[in-house]
């Protein structure tokens, strides 16, 4: 098995579903040539040609747009979006036609397409480049959004997600694009949709990340664990829309305390729906309230801020010491 | 270069006059006039349909019937149309069942289902945000070797749209076989087509883009015919992408909820129903001899009752059901909204008992 990077493993799994199904195609700007910004889809068009790895002109709208006709004629359309912050233009096409085909054609048109979405913030970047606005699209019925933490699941998630005949957002978390290395399958494989995944079981609490903050709030939680004894139970959502209640709610039952971690504001940031739901259907088992820890309810601030603007090691482990201490 | 407008003129003079217009076979020039007749009789229908409640907001499309129907018999089985919400006509001439437009219009889910066989995608509301699909739709015709044109209805106000320029100059860029064919009737809702663009045409606007506009008389079905079927063989023949801009009018509202008397005038309305598609052909049709009052009478009959009998099939359907509000949105249901599925149906057994059901989120 190869050590490879996140970005790496999105680089894979896109040569493994071209190689598999001759439908799939990739389109987006600079990403031929260029190999995408982040290089995501780097050797891909010499491997398999301009007509499957297509550089469109520069225009969200469009790619998004036009994927929908792809989609829906024949083939499995993989447009790439540079930054989350440029979707915007192609907003409309989402949450308009994407999100809503299959339901306004009673099934007769699907749109299986995967939207590749680089999010998240902290890579220095200008403004625009850095945001974490997931509940845009797990607000709107008929999604399906996903966020891997890690390269094993990145490959996995994208090939499931390029299989689904629904349309997905798939969410890179572009800081840990390269940020370490882990063993990742060749060949084909994925990991199901839908499904969260317990990173590590505990007793005392259930702590809820994804994408990038996924593995700084497992940082924080073996410090807990090392120095204090915590015992805390670690689930990575995965996919954002529909999430796995199930799962979640299995764990704070279990457990009867929670914390939900991430970058995205902290209102009506998916912490709140999850923390919601929880309230709702845990509420005999929660021994506290669920304690939110996100960023502040700001834009994403020039760089010189950033770091101020998403949730630190410090409070994450201040949010964990209050869902442990009320 | 021939420029737009003297196409627009070249256009019209292969089609206007005495002489029956050359290589279309008496039996269409009578088709494009039967359906011309049906959908006026299915429009005006519609309108009353709504004013006595029987069905929800209507969007009419009177004064547009030759657009329609030239872009409808222009089209072959395998293309696929990308209709607005005033192209009813042209979706039924390409398939879809009239029971089905009616039960759309009616706020009806079955009104959403399309017959597999029938290559008419959803209508769009938003405006011009079908014509990217249209050009995506024809590029995977392109990729996949298949020989199928993509062709979208808009309006004039839709060319003021960035998705009008993206589908445009993604369609060129790509050499797509697709056909953008703007009715412009106008006005979008009250704003005249003046505000709209400073542009002398829509049609010149596909020379940024790198193809072929041309502008023809949207109240002579045979233009609209020729023009379209003509830009379908260009681009099943590789030859990329046309966008036609038919000059129409709408002479009714924008839609049920309109008053257009507060942004047009009388004599405008009137100036172009002297210029009536149905009136004109009908005219033609008889000087060709191919037409006469007999004829007439027994089409008025029959276009009365096939309308009647969609209108009937359109009430005669089943009580909607509840369940349907959950159907298609995901190709498997969540957990949650079955959930939300079995909720409702506790709450509709409960009402049904005179009591009321614990609510679940």
Redesign the interface.
């Known amino acids: 098995m190869a050590q490879l990077t996140l970005v790496q493993a999105v680089n894979e799994a896109l040569r493994e579903a071209m190689r598999r199904d001759e439908r799939v195609?990739l389109l987006g700007e600079d990403i031929g040539a260029n190999g995408g910004v982040f290089r995501a889809t780097e050797g891909l068009m010499a491997e398999f040609g301009e007509?499957r790895v297509?550089d469109?002109?520069l225009?969200e709208?469009?790619i998004?747009?036009?994927?929908?006709?792809?989609?829906?004629?024949?083939?499995r359309?993989v447009p790439e979006i540079q930054f989350m912050g440029f979707i915007y233009?192609g907003f409309?096409?989402v949450v308009?036609?994407i999100a809503r085909?299959?339901?306004?054609?009673?099934?007769?048109?699907?749109v299986p397409m995967v939207v590749r979405v680089p999010f998240g913030g902290r890579i220095r970047a200008p403004e625009l480049h850095s945001e974490s606005t997931e509940t845009f699209f797990a607000h709107t019925?008929?999604l399906?959004v996903v966020a891997p933490s890690n390269p094993y699941d990145a490959k996995g998630l994208l090939l499931a997600s390029i299989e689904?005949?629904?349309p997905v957002i798939f969410l890179e978390p572009m800081r840990i694009y390269r940020a370490f290395r882990e063993e990742v399958p060749e060949g084909y494989y994925t990991v199901p949709l839908?499904e969260a995944r317990v990173v590590q079981e505990g007793t005392d609490l259930t702590v809820i990340a994804w994408g990038t903050m996924l593995r700084e709030t497992l940082d924080v939680v073996r410090k807990l664990e090392a120095e204090q004894g915590l015992s805390a139970e670690v689930i990575d959502l995965r996919t954002l829309s529909?999430w796995d209640?199930?799962t979640v709610f299995a764990s704070v039952n279990k457990t009867g305390r929670a914390v939900v971690v991430h970058e995205a504001v902290g209102h009506l940031g998916l912490g709140a729906e999850i923390a919601a739901r929880i309230s709702?259907a845990c509420i005999l088992q929660l021994e506290a309230p669920v304690v939110r820890i996100s960023s502040f309810d700001v834009p994403p601030p020039p760089f010189s801020l950033e770091d101020w603007h998403a949730p630190t090691p410090e409070r994450i482990a201040s949010g964990i010491a209050e869902a442990l201490s009320f | 270069m021939v420029k737009p407008a003297e196409r627009v003129v070249q256009a019209a003079a292969a089609s206007t006059g005495h002489e029956k217009p050359a290589g279309i076979p008496d039996a269409l020039l009578v088709e494009m006039y039967r359906q011309m007749v049906l959908i006026r009789r299915f429009d005006r229908r519609c309108i009353g349909l709504q004013r006595a409640g029987r069905i929800g907001t209507y969007a009419p499309m009177e004064g547009q019937e030759a657009c329609q129907v030239g872009v409808g018999l222009a089209l072959r089985p395998q293309d696929f149309l990308f209709p607005t919400y005033r192209d009813s006509g042209a979706m039924m001439l390409h398939g879809m069942p009239m029971d089905k437009v009616l039960l759309f219009w009616n706020g009806r889910v079955e009104g959403y289902e399309i017959p597999e066989a029938v290559n008419v995608f959803p209508v769009a509301v938003p405006i011009a945000t079908q014509l990217p699909h249209a050009a995506g739709a024809a590029w995977a015709a392109k990729l996949r070797g298949v020989d199928q044109v993509a062709v979208a209805l808009f309006g004039d106000g839709a060319s003021s749209e960035g998705d009008f320029h993206t589908a445009m100059n993604f369609a060129g860029v790509f050499h797509v076989p697709a056909v953008f064919v703007c009715q412009n009737n106008q006005y979008a809702i009250s704003v005249p087509y003046r505000r709209q663009t400073a542009s002398e045409t829509i049609a010149q606007k596909a020379e940024a883009y790198g193809f072929e506009g041309i502008r023809i008389d949207g109240c002579d079905v045979i233009a609209v015919y020729r023009a379209v079927q003509a830009a379908i063989e260009k681009a099943a023949a590789g030859g990329g992408p046309t966008l036609v801009e038919a000059l129409t009018y709408r002479y009714g509202a924008h839609t049920t909820s309109d008053d257009p008397t507060k942004y047009r005038k009388p004599e405008e309305v009137e100036e172009w129903r002297a210029r009536d598609p149905i009136a004109k052909l009908g005219g033609q049709l008889r000087e060709w001899g191919l037409w006469d009052d007999e004829a007439e009478e027994q089409l008025q009959q029959e276009v009365d009752s096939q309308v009647s009998t969609a209108i009937a099939a359109m009430e005669s359907i089943e009580p909607v059901n509840p369940d349907d509000l959950f159907l298609h949105i995901y190709e498997t249901p969540t957990p949650r909204l079955l959930k939300q599925r079995d909720a409702l149906r506790a709450e509709l057994a409960a009402k049904a008992q005179g009591g009321i059901a614990p609510w679940r989120s």
């Open positions: 195609m007509d297509v469109t002109p225009a709208s469009g998004l747009g036009t994927a929908v006709g792809l989609a829906v004629n024949g083939m359309p233009p409309e096409q308009s036609h085909i299959r339901m306004r054609s009673r099934g007769r048109f699907a019925p008929g399906t689904s005949n629904d839908r529909p209640e199930e709702e």
